[in-house]
T-cell receptor, first 114, second 112 residues
Framework: DVKVTQSSRYLVKRTGEKVFLECVQD?????MFWYRQDPGLGLRLIYF???????EKGDIPEGYSVSREKKERFSLILESASTNQTSMYLC?????????????FGEGSWLTVV | QKEVEQNSGPLSVPEGAIASLNCTYS??????FFWYRQYSGKSPELIMS????GDKEDGRFTAQLNKASQYVSLLIRDSQPSDSATYLC????????????FGAGTTVTVRA
């Protein structure tokens, strides 16, 4: 089975703090994603990476950055956390090629910024 | 116009009934379509994928795709209380950089 692991499940941070959310996948997938999910807004893509050291902005990249130094690991960074970044953050991965581009999600990280 | 639209619900069905969920998408060239189930407080899990027009059945779930009309649906037969969840429709648009566009989800409640 595909395993996408988000190491921090529940975090409470103060406004202005730097926040790191880590994600590791064990299926050698090329693609990795960070989404946030908010009530009524659904899933919104923050950043996407299709290879090591490669990244692309998603729909809502402002206030976020990412790092992918190794194929299995994709980190989301909030340089200066703000209260409007309180949300559930979902990491995901998918393989390249074949049909479907099925995306597999991690368990989610609940971030509260106070 | 949103890329993927779903009725938000909630959709309430009695146990044993058929739950019918609909999804429309805007990009006519989309090729891959997915249904994810998300329990409250949990992450989405894939339950169905469909790529060709017609029906695809997997257990109590049937996905239906009509590319000409740009809609995809999910039927849940013999609904169980454990099917109570939010169902997300996802579409792979033709520009295809492996991203999926998600609908906002339809919340289903199966009442015993």
């Amino acid at each position: 089975d595909v395993k996408v692991t988000q190491s921090s499940r529940y975090l409470v941070k103060r406004t202005g703090e730097k926040v790191f959310l880590e994600c590791v996948q064990d299926m050698d997938h090329e693609n990795m994603f960070w989404y946030r999910q908010d009530p009524g807004l659904g899933l919104r893509l923050i950043y996407f990476s299709y290879d090591v050291k490669m990244k692309e902005k998603g729909d809502i990249p402002e206030g976020y950055s990412v790092s992918r130094e190794k194929k299995e690991r994709f980190s989301l960074i909030l340089e200066s956390a703000s209260t409007n970044q309180t949300s559930m953050y979902l990491c995901a991965s998918s393989p390249t090629g074949g049909t479907g581009n099925t995306i597999y999600f991690g368990e989610g990280s609940w971030l509260t910024v106070v | 116009q949103k890329e993927v639209e779903q009725n938000s619900g909630p959709l309430s069905v009695p146990e044993g009934a058929i739950a019918s969920l609909n999804c429309t998408y805007s990009d006519r060239g989309s090729q891959s379509f997915f249904w994810y189930r998300q329990y409250s407080g949990k992450s989405p899990e894939l339950i169905m994928s469909i790529y060709s027009n017609g029906d695809k059945e997997d257990g109590r779930f049937t996905a239906q795709l009509n590319k000409a009309s740009q809609y995809v649906s999910l039927l849940i037969r013999d609904s169980q209380p454990s099917d109570s969840a939010t169902y997300l429709c996802a579409v792979n648009p033709p520009r295809n950089d492996y991203k999926l566009s998600f609908g906002a989800g339809t919340t289903v409640t199966v009442r015993a």
